[in-house]
């Protein structure tokens, strides 16, 4: 975590921790897990399943506690206010991307296991 974080209370460092556990997955899933790869690949899409859910339900709270804090706010020439309610509207963003991440995740979840392969449908995927 950044210099930014520090000092600026615990709905910042939240933030900061939620944006920082998204970054690292992220990270492990365009790496691949590498570390893990006989471990985790029959498992990816449990796992995928999992942590979207997850930081669906953590983007809701950022955006709750930041919402609450902001939206309602006057900003009357401030501009730190003024940020914040935009940086608002961009955490509901975030949360509406994870969340419909998380439905459609869910849903290829449910209909895809046990299938049959793409190509020919003669493998069982």
């Excluded at 000092?7 to 998204?22: F, H, I, S």
């Excluded at 471990?39 to 979207?52: H, K």
């Excluded at 991307?97 to 209909?111: D, G």
Aim: net charge positive; glycine share 12%.
């Amino acid at each position: 975590m950044g210099l930014r974080c520090r000092g600026r209370g615990p709905q910042r460092l939240y933030d900061c921790r939620v944006c920082a556990a998204e970054d690292q997955k992220l990270l492990g899933f365009r790496m691949g897990f590498d570390p893990f790869v006989s471990i985790l690949t029959p498992y990816m899409l449990e796992i995928g399943t999992v942590l979207t859910l997850y930081y669906s339900i953590l983007w809701t709270a950022v955006f709750g506690i930041f919402g609450d804090m902001y939206i309602h706010e006057k900003a009357e020439g401030d501009g730190g206010i003024k940020r914040m309610k935009n940086a608002v509207w961009i955490d509901l963003i975030n949360m509406l991307l994870w969340l419909i991440t998380s439905v459609m995740a869910v849903v290829v979840f449910f209909t895809m296991r046990g299938g049959r392969s793409l190509h020919t449908g003669r493998a069982s995927a």
